[in-house]
């Protein structure tokens, strides 16, 4: 069974699936090792990891990104899209481009063309719900794989109201969705959505922020985290350059380090290269 008909088969089983954020193939590896079933190609990510907004980002950097990740993981990839990068002839594109890469899924919102880039300030400006499921519809179109998972996203709990949460949601299930994703605002909310939405949920949120079956037990099928693992990083890069130049040394364990470091080349997959140079190349003397 391929790594998009093992996604599909979770969601239509009814399964929980959780995703980390993979900006690269060696995240990717490393959730898969670590066990999970999936990971997120995040586009707000991929705009911080490039300094810029996703907003501002093209298609070109976005599949060539899910494509370094797809081609050394077995993780299924759930890329990103945005807005589709234009109207529904530009989603077009954007769905075939980003199925050739492999991906498992992409996920698709709902908010204006271009994307601005004062949404990471929570200021989102959406589309009205027509043309977005016209653009789902396009999308659901455009691919080639039935088991290409697509994803339909709504920021109306922010932005508009509940009730118009689900409205969006389910017409962009009409529109051929294969799932739906909302950020709830309240308990009540979480709970609510599973019972008035007609499909499978996903949800972008911290995977702290509720146990693995507490999300069971609410009825949704995908978690998505795309901060927690940037903003570990993150954290852990200030500290490491601030120290240094405060103190003259970083302040890590030296040897760990170099266990880390050394534990890379396993990490990355690099085994059958090895194996390939020493059936080819001569050694040295």
Known sequence: MSVRSRLRAAIDAGEIVFAPL????????????????????SGGALGYAHAVSEALLTLDELVHATRRVVARSEVAVIADAGVGFGDAVHMTRTIREIEATGAAAVEIEDQVAPKRVSHHRGIEHLVAPAEMAAKVEHAVRARNDADFVVIARTGAVRNESFEHTVRRANLYREAGADMLMLMPATDAQWSDAPKRINGPLATISSLDTRRADAWRDLGWSLVVDPFTAQAVVVDALRSLYGHFMTEGETGTDRQRILEIYRMLSGLAGLEPLYAIEDETTERAP
């Open 22 to 41: 993979a900006l690269d193939a060696l995240m990717a590896r490393i959730a898969e090792q670590a066990g999970f079933q999936a990971v997120y190609l």
